[in-house]
Each structure stands twice: as structure tokens, then as C-alpha cells.
């Protein structure tokens, strides 16, 4: 194995691979698609299988970064007014529980804070 690749356990067979090449996707690490109660029980998922790679995820994450990965974070977002999401996937869930309702992701239908989507890196270019 070369020097700079990296062996990972893994079933069925251990996972090797060079961290250079790599990234760490996460994707929608959400309280809404992991909470009970929230959009993605509603949907009929089992969350406690999804809550199972909390506890875990810091130390891969701090593991990835000391490797020097690339680390990827993705989360679903709608405009506040849901105008940018499909029908489709507005429709979908229990009818007592729709996506922009009240529930663990959005406990306060008060007031909405601004959050950026984007973050530049130290130093990265503004578009």
C-alpha cells in the first residue's frame, strides 16, 4: 500500500483510498430529517437509524480535516415564500406536516433569521 493512502475498516471489505483524492460529503445533517417529529419522520423513515451517525460524525470529521481531505457540507434550503421548490416535494409527507411548517427545523414560525448560504474562503476572490 503506498504511503499515501489511507485504510479505512469497513464491511464487507476494508475501504482504501488516498485522502488527496477524497472528500467527506455531509449531507443534510438536518434536525428537521433527524428529529422525531420532524419532516423526515413524517415521511415514514425510521430516524433513529438516521440519529445512529451523529454521535460518530465529529471524530470522522476531525480524522478527514487531519488527513487533509476536502470536507463538504450540503443542506437543503428553500426561499422563505417556497416558490423555489417543486411541487412534487412540497406536496409530499403526512398533510399535517409539509415541508416550511413548524417542527424541529423551524421550532418558531416567528420571525426569520438571515443566514448565508455561502461563505468565502480566507483570501478567495468576491464574484
Known sequence: MPADQLTVPADPSPFRFEPADTALV?????????????????LGHDVTLLRAVIAPLPQVLAASRAA????????????????????AKLNRGNPTLRIGDTGPQRPDPGPRRIRPRHHRRAGAARR
Do not use: N, S
Open 26 to 42: 455531509i449531507i443534510d445533517m438536518q434536525r428537521d430529517f433527524v428529529e422525531p417529529g420532524g419532516f423526515g419522520e413524517t
Open 68 to 87: 487533509g481531505m476536502a470536507v463538504i457540507h450540503t443542506r437543503e434550503g428553500h426561499r422563505p415564500d417556497l416558490t423555489d421548490c417543486p411541487p
